[in-house]
Every structure is written in C-alpha cells, then in structure tokens.
C-alpha cells in the first residue's frame, strides 16, 4: 500500500508527539484540564462537549472517508 503525502505527515506528527509528551507531563496536563472542565458551569460543560464532539466527528469522517477513497483507488488500480 503506498502512503499518500498526507498520510506520511500525520503518521510523523503523531510520531513526534507522542515521543515529545512524558507520561508524567501528560498526567499533569489531563488533570489540569479535568480540573477547569469542573470548575464548569452545566451550560460550559454542554458547550465545552458540543464543541469536542464536533470537531472529533469531524476529524473521524475525515479520516473514514479518506480511507475508503484510498481503499477504492487501490481496489480500481
């Protein structure tokens, strides 16, 4: 399978990341966050999830449907 110049960059930013982030620094963050998420108001905690589950739809149709223009091609050529 040939990986699509798109493809290869994802895979290296995931790459970085995930050797640039400590498991202690990342323990520290999430628990940063978890605490401002809830110092929230009901209506920020709604939004702050409304917000999150857009853009995380967004990023997972994305991805699926780049995936199965990929598979298509392939299955084509």
């Known amino acids: 399978m040939m990986l699509t110049p798109s493809l290869k960059r994802w895979i290296f930013l995931f790459l970085c990341c995930s050797v640039a982030v400590s498991p202690a620094a990342a323990g520290a963050n999430a628990q940063s966050l978890k605490d401002q998420y809830d110092s929230l108001s009901p209506k920020g905690k709604f939004a702050v999830g409304a917000g999150v589950g857009y853009v995380g739809a967004k990023v997972v149709v994305g ?15």
């Open 63 to 77: 991805s699926a449907v780049k995936a199965i223009k990929v598979a298509g091609a392939a299955f084509i050529a």
